[in-house]
């Protein structure tokens, strides 16, 4: 089973989650941020994973350390459940239309982290949250995970429908990615002979 879970536990954050990459799309996520919960049950539900959510932050102060390590844990837990990489089909992505926005999501689970962000917000906030804690959140995912992530939005007014457009796009590009290839005949996906 490619299902993992992942504890981080810091002064700022307690951090717990589960990761079933062959789920249903079946999430049950709590963060203490209610724009991020929301989020996250769209990585679920559009990637078909199933995602066990815990996080107690310090959100007395601002978003960002909960936004960020939450970012981490489910990046270490994707990696893990991945294992060695064998059979993935490598390599996904995905174009998202919301409404009057339009974004990209292309990505590589090369193990190799690398994340390109080409999103602009109109606004410093959703909410309660700050829109720069979105790159964060990618940026700490992307490396945790092993990703070569690479996010654009091609156009869009709506900063809401632009950074859910992100987050869907992202579910759809790993949907397609960590699908298992039964012509890989369980080899990894590179000349190398590893990721």
């Known amino acids: 089973m490619r299902r993992a879970t992942v504890e981080r536990n810091t002064k700022e954050t307690r951090i717990a989650v589960t990761v079933d990459l062959d789920g ?3 999430a049950d996520v709590a ?9 996250l049950d769209q990585l679920a539900r559009h990637g078909l994973f199933d995602l066990h959510v815990r996080a107690e932050g310090d959100l007395h102060i601002d978003f960002h350390h909960t936004t960020e390590d939450t970012g981490i844990a489910l990046g270490q837990a994707f990696s ?20 009057e926005t339009l974004t990209r999501v292309a990505l590589d689970a090369s193990n190799r982290p690398y994340l390109v962000w080409k999103v602009v917000f109109t606004r410093p906030k959703l909410g309660e949250m700050d829109t720069e804690l979105f790159k964060e959140w990618f ?15 091609l156009y869009g007014e709506n900063n809401h429908h632009i950074v859910e457009s992100c987050f869907k796009g992202l579910a759809r590009a790993l949907r397609a990615a960590l699908t298992l290839d039964p012509r890989q ?11």
């Open 24 to 26: 249903t799309g079946k």
């Open 31 to 39: 963060t203490g941020i209610g724009f991020l919960d929301h989020m």
């Open 185 to 195: 005949a369980g080899s990894v996906p590179s000349t190398k002979g590893v990721l």
């Open 80 to 99: 893990q459940a991945m294992g060695d990489r064998r059979g993935i089909a490598r390599w996904g992505d995905a174009h998202v239309p919301m409404d």
């Open 139 to 153: 940026q700490a995912f992307a490396q945790n995970a092993g990703l070569t992530l690479h996010v654009e939005n």
